[in-house]
């Protein structure tokens, strides 16, 4: 039977679809088992999402059976002018039969005009598609930092710990907060405190090209954050074991030595907050361990 659209009803995902999720995107990314999906759906369902937003994402259905599935990782990040309310789209996929209609699952999932959508790993086959549905572009690149090299000599001017240890000068709890809660997703948290301020960084560890460790930068305060305590930042990474850090650009970062690759995993936004680089939380790189 030729499905039509009158058949189908998207509808948020609940706790009983839990195993026809974890079915369609096993089919729909081979490259990842079952065991990854739970992990990811466990992530999901101790996040806690803003009021009203879903708590999975959305389902599509036909006559009763999941024929298409999107993610959605709803967050309220601090920003200076208050909550910055968004979700990002991770991991959609339509069981063939259907694609022609897997706009109206995303259509469903990013109706709410007062969120800012992200969309920070496009296929490249669904870029068009993403850009027709009204996404444009914020990060065009990524840049690849030796932030060691960067104030070497003056990292002793700022003090670098554990994210979870809370700083003796005046903070924001809720960066506090941010910042305890990626931990428990295997990301590194650090406190830099300088002059009487702390200013906070996460990083995910990964391997570029599949085998030279890197970290890649989750969230700053301000890109301008991480150029000036690059140095300091970067002893404590290599301490680590890790000397290279990339992160979101549309250009060379000046400051910082490395090399920029322009059209390497580009990140897509809709909505009335444009995202600023250098805030990756509550994403699918922060939480699921997206890949480079």
Not at 12 to 37: C, K, N, Y
Not at 42 to 63: C, I, N, V
Not at 185 to 199: M, N
Not at 238 to 258: E, F, K, Q, S, T
Request: proline content about 7%; charged content about 20%.
């Amino acid at each position: 039977m030729i499905p039509t659209a009158r058949t189908l009803r998207c509808r948020q995902i609940v706790e009983a679809d839990l195993d026809a999720v974890v079915s369609l995107l096993t089919r729909g990314f081979p490259d990842r088992d079952s065991a990854f999906w739970w992990n990811a759906l466990a992530l999901l369902g101790g996040h806690e999402p803003p009021s009203g937003l879903a708590k999975y994402g959305y389902l599509m259905e036909s006559g009763g059976e999941a024929v298409g599935v999107v993610l959605l990782i709803c967050s309220a990040t601090p920003d200076s002018d208050g909550p910055a309310i968004r979700c990002n789209l991770s991991s959609w996929y339509v069981d063939p039969p259907f694609r022609a209609y897997a706009p109206i699952l995303v259509s469903q999932a990013i109706r709410n005009k007062d969120v800012t959508y992200l969309n920070v790993s496009p296929a490249p086959h669904t870029r068009a598609i993403i850009e027709a549905q009204g996404f444009s572009c914020y990060s065009h690149g990524v840049f690849v930092a030796v932030p060691l090299l960067h104030g070497f000599f003056g990292r002793s001017k700022a003090q670098v710990f554990d994210g979870n240890r809370r700083p003796d000068v005046k903070h924001d709890q809720r960066v506090q907060q941010l910042l305890e809660r990626h931990a428990t997703y295997g990301c590194v948290s650090l406190w830099c405190v300088a002059d009487g301020r702390a200013y906070p960084f996460v990083f995910r560890r990964r391997r570029l090209y599949g085998f030279i460790p890197i970290v890649q930068l989750i969230y700053c305060s301000d890109l301008s954050d991480f150029v000036h305590f690059a140095g300091p930042v970067g002893y404590e990474l290599a301490r680590r074991g890790v000397l290279l850090a990339i992160m979101d650009a549309n250009a060379p970062v000046a400051g910082l030595a490395g090399f920029y690759m322009n059209g390497h995993r580009p990140k897509y936004f809709k909505g009335p907050k444009p995202p600023r680089l250098g805030d990756l939380a509550y994403t699918e790189y922060a939480m699921m361990g997206a890949t480079l």
